[in-house]
């Protein structure tokens, strides 16, 4: 036993160590860059459901074989390839999206959103989503909406899903 704890922690240098360090660190990488990219949380847009500061991963092949459906989170490309927000896909195209006294109306029906927990004041007149794009819209919704970077997205600039 001792001797399997020593050579666990202290393995004989020779090519296969070199061989499988080689494909372990490149599975690592292709792993946690291409299917599964860590996030940290800056900011309180999707407060309560996920916290600032907090660690998550994105699915970069969650949309792979399906679209985007109605309250999935995403993560969006915002600037180049490291500036990234996280949104929740409120109306897909075609639909009619627009805020009335800070209750979601999607193609003029109220919609329930069990995660937002605090009340607004948010007001936006009807507009349509336009063909390939989608309708974006953090969950804190406490916050005025000047504050808030929001509304239509294109479909491309959605980089995966949030794992959980």
């Known amino acids: 036993m001792a001797n399997s704890v020593r050579h ?9 160590f070199g061989i499988r360090l080689l494909l372990v660190t490149g599975a690592a990488i292709f792993v946690f860059t291409q299917m599964l990219v860590p996030l940290r949380i800056e900011g309180r847009s999707m407060e309560p459901t996920y916290h600032d500061g907090s660690l998550n991963f994105c699915w970069r092949w969650r949309y792979l ?8 989170v995403v993560m969006i490309r915002f600037a180049g390839r ?4 996280l949104k929740r ?9 627009a805020f009335r006294e800070g ?3 999607v ?27 989608v309708y974006v819209v953090g969950d ?3 916050v005025a909406m000047n504050r808030h970077l929001f509304g239509q997205v294109e479909r491309q600039r959605i980089v995966g899903g949030i794992l959980w």
């Not at 666990?8 to 296969?16: C, I, K, V």
């Not at 029906?109 to 063909?131: F, G, I, M």
């Open 107 to 133: 193609n003029g029906r109220k919609v329930d959103e069990p995660y937002v927990k605090t009340s607004s004041d948010w007001q936006l007149d009807t507009r349509t989503v336009e063909p390939g794009k």
């Open 89 to 97: 896909i409120v109306a897909l195209a075609g639909e009619t999206v």
């Open 8 to 16: 666990f922690f202290l393995p004989t240098l020779n090519l296969w």
């Open 103 to 105: 209750l979601l109306f």
């Open 140 to 142: 804190n919704r406490h």
């Open 65 to 72: 074989f399906s679209e985007p459906e109605h309250g999935d």
């Open 82 to 85: 490291r500036v990234m927000l």
